[in-house]
């Protein structure tokens, strides 16, 4: 059966169940509006929910992946946050704040740290060139 244009409207609920497997193709735009909440959920391991009030909540049981070109950036299921690109910047407006409970490290081949008004290092013990 083949058309050339189908609409349906359905007043109440309406649920597809399918045992095995389902695909859709469609030729070039694919528009899903939804009144207040849309969510696909794979295995009720990986959530993506959307809602009327522009919230977005991305749920995965083990790893969050962004690949953008060589740019990866990963969140595993320990917490672990690990960004891999050739160039990273940080740009606060206001303020930056870098802190670790046991450490935090910057290391490179340059480091420069820059203040226009006051450069502080405060610590129980600071060594400098050692």
Request: charged share 25%.
């Amino acid at each position: 059966m083949r058309f050339m244009d189908l609409l349906r409207e359905i007043e109440g609920n309406a649920t597809t169940n399918t045992n095995k497997n389902k695909e859709v193709n469609i030729g070039n735009n694919n528009t899903v509006r939804t009144g207040n909440t849309n969510m696909i959920n794979v295995g009720y391991a990986s959530v993506l929910q959307m809602d009327k009030d522009g919230k977005v909540s991305l749920t995965a049981n083990t790893e969050f992946k962004i690949v953008v070109g060589a740019s990866t950036v990963i969140i595993d299921k320990k917490g672990k946050i690990t960004i891999n690109r050739k160039e990273i910047k940080v740009d606060a407006k206001d303020s930056l704040e870098l802190s670790g409970n046991k450490s935090a490290k910057i290391g490179g081949k340059n480091i420069g740290i820059t203040g226009s008004t006051d450069v502080q290092i405060n610590g129980p013990k600071v060594n400098i060139n050692k």
